[in-house]
């Protein structure tokens, strides 16, 4: 059996053998004949990418700013001597590091009208 990964190969399921898309090819005119004798490939679900987790700073303050909790980052920033640190460091800010998450789960548990959840949303465009 045979399933399509992509325009320019197929995927042989008995030996995982990948055959490229060229008529000069043995495998790939050995597909053929497969195909005439009224077989059909499947085709592979897609692949879903990762969610993003890196945003820059200035993509997570306008999310900040559009919830009207700007202040709240703000105040993470000065209360945070470790989040503040690596937030000046840093270029970018991955949600999934460790002392990210921690400042937002501070943020989460303060009860300011701000949920993790509302902030990732925001920042992703969810």
Known sequence: M???????????TED??????CAENSDYQEYLK????????EELPPIEPPPQTIFSKLEIRRAFRALKKETVLDE????NSEFAKDW???????????????????IDQANNGIT?????????GV
């Not at 993790?116 to 992703?124: G, P, R, S, V």
């Open 116 to 124: 993790i959840e509302a902030i990732i949303n925001q920042i992703t």
């Open 34 to 41: 497969w195909l005439n004798e009224g077989n059909k490939a």
């Open 76 to 79: 993470l920033l000065s209360s």
């Open 88 to 106: 000046s460091d840093a270029n970018e800010i991955d949600l999934n590091d460790t002392v990210t998450a921690q400042a937002l789960k501070i």
């Open 16 to 21: 995982n053998a990948i055959i490229p898309v």
């Open 2 to 12: 045979y399933k399509i990964i992509n325009e320019q190969q197929i995927l042989r």
